[in-house]
């Protein structure tokens, strides 16, 4: 039995590789060529670790999950641009780390009208380890971590994200906020939202939650409750921080919960 198992994190010790940063970005205009570092590392004491380093596409679902894809799928991807001077095969011995530099050659002439191009550079393990799944039985463990890549043309940067609607889900004890980037760049930021209950005078905080979006994005997030709620009339105030020189977008709605 075997098991596969991605992740888009460093992974944990007893699995065997460790991979960083999570996320390249690279700033170059049409015609240039950019360079960025990753560094792989095998933490395992005991085994060697074969590794293929390969390229993909990857874009947010509505709810804010990465979708992976061939490469060459997405209009806006730059997997075609991605060369690894290194080559693409690489062992580790136990307890070896390597730096890796990761080219991005962007064409002079870019057919994609988009201001944003993606891709995911895959580092996936070859040789699988021992291990044992939840039930306590052997298995054989293969890894793959995905690192984001991000490449933007320099031109003058627009960051805008509305909220389209706000309402309260009964069903998910929670909030449902849709948002949107309408934007020309990728938005990282944090939701911070709160609750107050008109007729207790009760208010508290809902717990912060952070969201990373691509241009054209249109995203649903559900922001929980975390406690059942007392009956009364609530005010629910909502907003989306995504920059120390950006306005922030807000919205408030009032409900009745019986």
């Not at 993606?118 to 021992?130: E, F, K």
Request: with cysteine; net charge negative.
């Amino acid at each position: 039995m075997g098991l596969f198992i991605l992740l888009s994190q460093p992974l944990f010790s007893q699995i065997g590789i460790s991979v960083s940063p999570p996320r390249l970005y690279y700033q170059i205009k049409p015609g240039q060529t950019g360079a960025q570092k990753v560094l792989v590392s095998n933490v395992s004491k005991e085994h060697s670790m074969s590794l293929s380093l390969t390229v993909g596409d990857w874009k947010y679902d509505e709810y804010g999950n990465n979708l992976m894809l061939p490469p060459d799928s997405l209009n806006n991807s730059c997997a075609a641009w991605i060369s690894i001077q290194e080559g693409t095969y690489l062992t580790l011995e136990p307890g070896e780390q390597r730096e890796i530099d990761i080219n991005m050659r962007v064409p002079l002439d870019i057919t994609s009208n988009d201001n944003v191009q993606t891709a995911m550079l895959y580092v996936t393990q070859m040789n699988a380890v021992d291990g044992t799944n939840t039930e306590g039985a052997a298995i054989k463990v293969n890894v793959r971590q995905g690192i984001k890549i991000y490449r933007s043309g320099g031109e003058s940067e627009t960051k805008k994200l509305e909220i389209e609607q706000l309402k309260f889900d009964r069903e998910k004890n929670s909030l449902a906020l849709v948002f949107n980037n309408n934007g020309n760049i990728w938005i990282n930021g944090k939701v911070t939202s709160s609750l107050f209950n008109q007729t207790t005078g009760d208010e508290f905080a809902l717990e912060e939650t952070v969201f990373y979006t691509l241009p054209e994005d249109h995203r649903t997030m559900f922001i929980p409750f975390g406690r059942s709620l007392e009956k009364g009339e609530y005010v629910a105030t909502v907003v989306l921080d995504y920059g120390e020189d950006i306005t922030l977008e807000a919205a408030e709605l009032q409900f009745r919960h019986e």
